[in-house]
């Protein structure tokens, strides 16, 4: 026999193409959001480990209205705990903080080049 | 310990527009350009005769009733199984039934194989070309100019890699050359690139190589120098293990706890 988490997958099967969706839709929002914060950055002046406190902080802001603001209202009435985004998303740590990973390159990008035009 | 004083050196301000726009708008329009050419010469699938796509698809059945036997009643897991398993140990849906038991013909010589190793040679290409082009283009007009500092302090080892180019021995690592907003250019550019054309675009090599690196299971599983007959094999062994539950077992519990009064 399958193990119970096998059988919850079974009852309730999971659309691919839905999750699919989801985590690019994520991803696009971070990634655009990522650069817009290397602009208000590099615009700011900020320098080193502030830019880099900016930034995660910002992001995480980010995941924070994301959830609030998308996620929370159908998955607090579907019955989730506050913070529990496995209605939309598989893997709790993507969402919150795969954010941090997948914009920093175009985070360094955007702040270099507005912090040099700015600063020059 | 006393303070390092910090450098700063006095630029042309014509720099940027002569050499860091160039370097961006070039850089973006490569990544477009990429993607509408990977676009353009992406061939259509090629057209297989009825014998080979029998086989694949049959293979592709026998997985996918593996995959679903719990949604299906157990006799009629029973039927499609006994089938699948006659028909796959028999090598009814082979492409040719007289070449069981023999090694796969050479990859190189299938022409059909030929097609997939061009494919893969068009997006490589597509990839160095610009890459080389660019670079060289840089380093024979920008070479040997300080453009921009970095808002981030850096090691000293970092200081061949950003200033290559800069012969200067005690200038501070932030300073960095026009090579290397070109490196930042290749890591950064991907999310222009998603604004740009959409998530799904070709633009960017990083994204590329990852794809590369990444599953290949799909492409593989009818690729050259694959034994069908071992797969069928395989498969009815696959097949033959299954041991029958279905999602409606118990299924009155499962309503009658969810039924609030």
Known sequence: MPSEQELQIQISPIVQE???HNSRTLYNLQSITASLFGVSAGILGLESYAGFVFYVALSLLTSVLFYVLRVAPTSLASGKSPLDTSRYFRGAYDFWAGGLMNGFAGFVLTWTLFYGLVTA | MAQVPVQTIHRDPQLFYWILFPITIVMILTGVLRHYATVLMASAPKKQDQK?????RS????INVRGNYHVLSKPSLTTRRDALITAYESGAYLKNPDGRGQPPPNPMSDPSAMEGMMGMMKNQMAMIIPNTLIMSW???FFSGYVIMKLPFPLTIKFKSMLQAGVATRDMDPRWMSSISWYFLCIFGLQSVFNFLLGSENAASQMAQQMNQMGPQGAGQ????????NKQFLAEAENLAVIEHHSVLDGVEQRLLAGIKV
């Open chain 2, 221 to 228: 599983m009818f690729g050259p120098g694959v034994d069908p």
């Open chain 2, 138 to 140: 840089i380093n024979a």
């Open chain 2, 59 to 62: 293979l592709l059945h026998g």
């Open chain 2, 52 to 56: 080979t796509t029998r086989e694949q």
């Open chain 1, 18 to 20: 839905s999750l699919v």
